[in-house]
Protein backbone atom coordinates (compact mmCIF):
# COMPACT_ATOMS: atom_id res chain seq x y z
CA UNK A 1 0.00 0.00 0.00
CA UNK A 2 1.34 3.71 -0.77
CA UNK A 3 1.06 6.38 1.31
CA UNK A 4 2.25 10.12 1.03
CA UNK A 5 4.49 11.46 3.59
CA UNK A 6 3.76 15.07 3.98
CA UNK A 7 6.88 17.06 6.13
CA UNK A 8 5.96 20.17 7.84
CA UNK A 9 8.58 22.64 9.37
CA UNK A 10 7.65 25.94 11.43
CA UNK A 11 7.71 28.77 8.77
CA UNK A 12 10.89 30.74 10.56
CA UNK A 13 12.73 27.76 10.95
CA UNK A 14 12.13 27.11 7.00
CA UNK A 15 13.19 30.75 6.80
CA UNK A 16 16.21 29.91 8.12
CA UNK A 17 16.70 26.66 6.18
CA UNK A 18 16.71 28.80 3.46
CA UNK A 19 19.73 30.88 3.66
CA UNK A 20 22.88 31.21 1.66
CA UNK A 21 24.32 29.16 4.42
CA UNK A 22 22.40 26.62 6.18
CA UNK A 23 22.75 25.88 9.85
CA UNK A 24 24.44 22.82 11.28
CA UNK A 25 21.19 21.42 12.89
CA UNK A 26 19.76 22.09 9.11
CA UNK A 27 22.67 20.30 7.65
CA UNK A 28 22.68 17.15 10.18
CA UNK A 29 18.65 16.68 9.74
CA UNK A 30 19.45 16.58 6.20
CA UNK A 31 22.27 14.19 6.37
CA UNK A 32 19.92 11.65 8.96
CA UNK A 33 17.23 12.08 6.80
CA UNK A 34 19.65 10.60 3.66
CA UNK A 35 20.52 7.86 5.86
CA UNK A 36 17.08 6.83 6.48
CA UNK A 37 16.10 6.88 2.75
CA UNK A 38 19.01 4.42 2.11
CA UNK A 39 17.68 2.16 4.21
CA UNK A 40 14.07 2.43 3.35
CA UNK A 41 15.78 2.23 -0.53
CA UNK A 42 17.50 -1.42 0.58
CA UNK A 43 13.99 -2.52 2.06
CA UNK A 44 12.29 -1.92 -1.42
CA UNK A 45 9.96 0.59 0.54
CA UNK A 46 11.04 4.01 -1.01
CA UNK A 47 9.55 5.41 -4.25
CA UNK A 48 10.28 9.01 -4.24
CA UNK A 49 11.08 12.12 -2.16
CA UNK A 50 11.22 15.45 -2.90
CA UNK A 51 11.75 18.87 -1.20
CA UNK A 52 9.32 21.89 -2.04
CA UNK A 53 10.22 25.04 -3.20
CA UNK A 54 9.34 28.30 -0.84
CA UNK A 55 5.94 29.31 -0.23
CA UNK A 56 7.10 32.56 -1.20
CA UNK A 57 7.55 31.11 -4.78
CA UNK A 58 4.30 29.34 -4.99
CA UNK A 59 1.40 29.99 -6.83
CA UNK A 60 -2.14 29.77 -5.91
CA UNK A 61 -4.98 28.84 -8.81
CA UNK A 62 -8.29 29.57 -7.54
CA UNK A 63 -12.00 29.94 -9.10
CA UNK A 64 -13.45 33.44 -8.18
CA UNK A 65 -16.76 35.14 -9.46
CA UNK A 66 -14.50 37.15 -11.83
CA UNK A 67 -13.21 33.52 -12.73
CA UNK A 68 -10.00 31.55 -12.71
CA UNK A 69 -7.47 33.82 -10.47
CA UNK A 70 -3.78 32.90 -9.87
CA UNK A 71 -1.56 34.83 -7.56
CA UNK A 72 1.42 34.34 -6.48
CA UNK A 73 2.67 33.55 -3.14
CA UNK A 74 1.36 31.58 0.09
CA UNK A 75 -2.53 31.41 -0.01
CA UNK A 76 -2.86 32.60 3.75
CA UNK A 77 -0.34 33.45 6.63
CA UNK A 78 1.73 30.28 7.34
CA UNK A 79 2.96 29.21 10.54
CA UNK A 80 4.16 25.98 9.32
CA UNK A 81 5.39 25.50 5.97
CA UNK A 82 4.96 21.79 3.90
CA UNK A 83 8.51 21.57 3.51
CA UNK A 84 8.60 18.11 1.59
CA UNK A 85 6.86 14.65 0.94
CA UNK A 86 7.30 11.44 0.12
CA UNK A 87 5.97 8.22 -0.92
CA UNK A 88 6.65 5.13 0.64
CA UNK A 89 4.95 1.42 -0.42
CA UNK A 90 5.01 -0.22 2.35
CA UNK A 91 2.50 -3.65 3.87
CA UNK A 92 0.06 -0.95 5.75
CA UNK A 93 -0.64 1.36 7.81
CA UNK A 94 1.19 0.36 11.12
CA UNK A 95 4.43 0.30 8.38
CA UNK A 96 3.95 3.74 7.63
CA UNK A 97 3.58 4.68 11.32
CA UNK A 98 6.74 3.10 12.49
CA UNK A 99 8.96 4.62 9.57
CA UNK A 100 7.50 8.07 10.03
CA UNK A 101 7.88 7.94 13.75
CA UNK A 102 11.36 7.12 13.13
CA UNK A 103 11.92 10.48 10.97
CA UNK A 104 9.88 12.26 13.29
CA UNK A 105 12.28 11.43 16.09
CA UNK A 106 15.32 11.64 13.69
CA UNK A 107 13.96 15.26 12.38
CA UNK A 108 12.11 16.61 14.98
CA UNK A 109 9.58 17.96 12.77
CA UNK A 110 5.49 16.82 12.68
CA UNK A 111 4.65 14.44 8.92
CA UNK A 112 1.34 13.19 8.01
CA UNK A 113 0.74 10.36 6.43
CA UNK A 114 -1.85 10.16 3.96
CA UNK A 115 -2.90 6.82 1.92
CA UNK A 116 -2.56 7.62 -1.85
CA UNK A 117 -5.81 5.79 -3.75
CA UNK A 118 -4.84 3.48 -6.11
CA UNK A 119 -5.85 -0.62 -7.06
CA UNK A 120 -4.65 -1.87 -3.45
CA UNK A 121 -6.49 0.99 -1.55
CA UNK A 122 -8.95 -0.34 1.21
Known amino acids: MKFLLLSYTP ?5 ATTADTPSQEALD ?4 YQRFEAELRATGEF ?18 DAGIVATDGPFAELKEVLASFAIIDVSGLERARDIVARMVDALGEPMEIRPIMGDDFA
Open 47 to 64: VLSEGLGHPAVSTVVQKS
Open 29 to 32: AFAA
Open 11 to 15: AESWD
